[in-house]
């Protein structure tokens, strides 16, 4: 990909409020909870997310099984993969989009950082909880926030 073609995509993401920043030879771009990491061949959106305990009892009012939740982000959000990553204590919820998708990524990343997306995994059993502005939503509303229309 050429260098004008990077260059214009973190253009957009500084259009949607993002603070961008050239790290070895790719970008990382932030709003809040939300990064997304650019480099020629992707745009890797990242929610972060904390690991909790103390939410043993906790069910969302909408359960998901965790296929049919990442199925359903990826519709929503028009992304080509969706996954958890958990570098070291971290976790993170990861969309990414090839660079022919970055006005999809954009439009994800405004919004997610626009409601203050973040998540956390509770309990035991690995429970994922949505957070929008700090408030916890069920997963439907979470969805409907992001869908690409």
């Known amino acids: 990909m050429a260098q004008s073609s990077l260059s214009s995509i973190v253009r957009m993401f500084r259009r949607a409020r993002a603070r961008c920043r050239k790290s070895r030879g790719r970008y990382v771009c932030s709003s809040g909870s939300v990064k997304a990491v650019i480099d020629n061949y992707r745009i890797k959106i990242l929610v972060e997310g904390e690991l909790r305990g103390e939410y043993g009892y906790y069910k969302p009012e909408d359960v998901y099984s965790e296929e049919a939740f990442m199925d359903s982000l990826k519709n929503a959000s ?17 969309l990414e989009y090839s660079i022919d998708n970055a006005d999809k990524a954009v439009k994800a990343f405004e919004k997610m950082a626009r409601h203050g997306f973040s998540i956390a995994i509770t309990n035991l059993e690995g429970e994922l909880r949505l957070y929008s502005d700090g408030n916890t939503v069920s997963t439907s509303k979470w969805l ?3 869908e690409n229309r």
């Open 78 to 94: 028009g992304a080509d993969d969706v996954y958890l990553e958990f570098p070291s204590q971290d976790v993170y919820l990861c």
């Open 144 to 146: 409907s926030i992001l």
